[in-house]
């Protein structure tokens, strides 16, 4: 079992910046691809980037290709969102996700534990 909290969230103007937290319990931190995904009012969830286990490869949507980095501390038990450039397009509930399998993490599907995600809101 995996409890996520996500934490980093708030308001920020266009062109911003914030990061985003998502700390996890459990000692096997490590065996667990992260993913983080958004959820804006009146829209289906999607994918916005993903993490192997190790770190060794990330992956990215293309709205958000080039402005987000997505990280992870495993000493720390800790996976990162750092977003930058932020548009007002990016308003939404991100959620931080978690599986023990280390492929095909672009879908929601892949994923057994996710946080209760944190709002994010971009003023124009």
């Known amino acids: 079992q995996v409890q996520l909290v996500e934490s980093g969230g708030g308001l920020v103007q266009a062109g911003g910046s914030l990061r985003l937290s998502c700390a996890a319990s459990g000692r096997t931190f490590s065996s667990y691809a992260m993913g983080w995904f958004r959820q804006a009012p009146g829209k289906e969830r999607e994918f916005v980037a993903a993490?192997?286990?190790?770190?060794?490869?990330?992956y990215y949507a293309e709205p958000v290709k080039g402005r987000f980095t997505i990280s992870r501390d495993n000493a720390k038990n800790t996976v990162y969102l750092q977003m930058n450039s932020l548009k007002p397009e990016d308003t939404a509930v991100y959620y931080c996700?978690?599986?023990?399998?280390?492929?095909?993490?672009?879908?929601?599907?892949?994923?057994?534990?996710w946080g209760q995600g944190t709002q994010v809101t971009v003023s124009s």
């Open positions: 993490i192997t286990w190790s770190g060794g490869s990330t």
């Open positions: 996700a978690a599986t023990p399998k280390n492929y095909g993490l672009r879908y929601g599907g892949q994923y057994d534990y």
